[in-house]
């Protein structure tokens, strides 16, 4: 059986500076697959590779069987890749809730002409719609919250909202651009389990993140980039030994 | 019914139409400012529009129906060709690229000679009532507000916060925003061809460029956080000419000059003090009593 996702000889080059050479990983259904590595090394560039928001320079991105390198982004997101952002990207003057209504996108049905007709089925498919966000937003703890603006939320509620946006489109792959940053220690900790549990209901995720202690506690599998090349592959226990992996965080012994 | 409010009525029907029809154009600027686009080819809609519309009268003599469905409907087909290639354009450049689209039909009209070129149609029947321009606009301000709070509505408010976040969460942001423009065109087009039932002339000089940018006066005044901002500003300054003319003798200006004075120093305000437009000023009263008491 093939992966979910697979990802051989991405590249993508900026000018002359390869971000991300040669990388190849895959990430199979139920699997929390760890993307990591220094500042620079490339992560982000894969994620936006992957959701499509950047097109490759060479390499294959397949999704079930799939090729979605070429795809825009809204396609990408309809065939099941959903994301959140390093760099917060929520919408900042709509609430909480509106934010997640705004991942249902791809799942709502069209109400404007029955919104026109003042019929009773489009509010029925919004409070369908609100209910649904409302429960995303519990999921990710921020019940709450539902009803105060993105910008007023604090910077790990933001965070959180974003997962719930993300998972409102009901996800097969999840793309996590370091979830817990700016959180402490038992916000990142709550992130950690929710993502253990999504990958036990099947979804995958690829997750960016530079808190090693979560990697290793979260992630099935790990790979390891470093100036846009994969410098190591494989589960976390043996990943964390490899001496070109503590080489690239920590520099060199000299001989 | 007293005879000082048919009096009323009668002094005053031009300007409550021009409050109907300033609306309208406010409205199709907002239209496309409501998904973060500025796009400035509103009066180059309203001249297809006006023009259409005086054509199926004047030549064709069509009934007015068909007039108005023309004017709404040339712009609209025009506006697909149009937008497909500017709306990649993002903030300043799609506004020049549109604002270059209301001149080249401007231009083209003067120099073509089957409509009078320069000096216009005119002697075009007065077929525009007061309650039919209220109607339109109330029709407009009806969907404008039931996109609210939609799927559809949602995705127009994705794409004016976060385009490329929208685009990740699936929203086909290229077909909005067409949408949007067809509907700007719509609005401003069937505005055109009332205006032209309503004045009984058209001229290309009554489409420059600062007649787009009077529209977005409109809006940006009353403010474009919902659809009755660009009414509201609309209807102000609307009727400030009116006002200004009582007070003109008063400061020793001249009508004209005076207005272009209030408008500029208006929006100045606006824009420094009120950036959500006049339309936010009870919110932001009662935000300021509340500020203070508590």
């Given at each position: ?25 895959f ?25 499509g ?46 934010n ?55 910077y790990?509620?933001?965070r959180?909202?974003?997962?719930a ?91 | ?78 506006s ?25 039909v ?76 067809v ?81 500029g120093?208006?929006?100045?305000a606006i ?6 437009g ?9 935000a ?7």
């Amino acid at each position: 059986m093939s992966a979910l996702l697979e990802v051989r000889g991405l590249a993508r080059a900026f000018g002359g500076v390869h971000a991300v050479d040669r990388v190849s990983f895959f990430v199979e259904k139920g699997e929390v697959r760890g993307l990591i590595g220094p500042n620079g090394a490339g992560k982000t560039t894969v994620l936006n590779l992957v959701s499509g928001l950047i097109r490759p320079s060479a390499g294959s991105i397949v999704l079930e069987g799939r090729s979605i390198a070429a795809l825009s982004p809204h396609r990408i997101a309809g065939l099941g890749v959903a994301r959140t952002f390093q760099n917060i990207r929520l919408f900042p003057d709509l609430s909480a809730l509106e934010n997640v209504l705004v991942g249902e996108h791809l799942r709502r049905r069209p109400t404007l002409l029955s919104r026109l007709l003042l019929l009773p089925s489009a509010a029925a498919e919004d409070r369908r719609a609100r209910a649904q966000a409302g429960f995303l937003l519990a999921r990710v703890g921020l019940g709450g919250r539902s009803a105060i603006k993105a910008r007023h939320l604090s910077y790990g509620e933001q965070r959180r909202v974003e997962i719930a946006r993300a998972l409102a489109l009901d996800p097969r792959l999840l793309l996590l651009d370091e979830p817990t940053a700016g959180m402490n220690a038992v916000e990142a900790e709550e992130v950690a389990s929710l993502v253990r549990r999504l990958a036990a209901e099947g979804h995958a995720v690829l997750l960016v993140e530079h808190n090693v202690r979560l990697v290793m506690d979260t992630c099935d599998a790990v790979t390891v980039l470093s100036f846009g090349q994969v410098i190591a592959d494989g589960p976390p226990s043996a990943v964390a030994q490899d001496e070109g992996v503590v080489a690239a965080y920590l520099g060199r012994a000299r001989p | 019914m007293g005879q000082w409010l048919i009096d009323l009525y009668s002094s005053y029907e031009s300007t409550l139409g021009y409050i109907g029809l300033n609306s309208l154009f406010a409205l199709s600027v907002y239209a496309t400012l409501c998904c973060g686009q500025l796009a400035l080819g509103n009066a180059g809609f309203a001249a297809v529009g006006a023009y259409a519309a005086a054509l199926v009268t004047m030549h064709a003599h069509g009934p007015f129906s068909l007039a108005l469905f023309a004017g709404a409907l040339a712009p609209a087909i025009l506006s697909v060709p149009l937008g497909l290639p500017v709306l990649r354009l993002k903030g300043v450049f799609l506004a020049i690229a549109t604002l270059g689209f209301g001149e080249v039909v401007r231009i083209s009209l003067v120099n073509w000679d089957y409509v009078n070129g320069a000096q216009g149609i005119v002697a075009i029947p007065k077929l525009t009532s007061l309650w039919l321009i209220y109607l339109v606009l109330a029709a407009a301000i009806f969907v404008l507000y039931r996109l609210r709070g939609s799927k559809w509505g949602f995705a127009l408010e994705a794409i004016r916060e976060d385009e490329p976040a929208a685009r990740t969460l699936g929203i086909a942001t290229h077909r909005y925003k067409l949408a949007m423009l067809v509907l700007a065109a719509v609005l401003s087009g069937t505005a055109g061809a009332l205006e032209a039932h309503f004045t009984f002339m058209v001229a290309p000089s009554g489409f420059t460029f600062l007649r787009a940018v009077d529209m977005l006066v409109f809006a940006v005044v009353g403010g474009t956080l919902t659809c009755f901002g660009p009414v509201l500003g609309a209807a102000f300054l609307t009727l400030l000419p009116e006002l200004l003319r009582e007070v003109s003798p008063l400061v020793g200006l001249e009508p004209g000059p005076l207005r272009l004075l209030a408008n500029g120093l208006i929006l100045l305000a606006i824009i420094l003090f009120l950036p959500e437009g006049l339309a936010s000023l009870p919110q932001r009263l009662v935000a300021r009593r509340e500020g203070g008491s508590g």
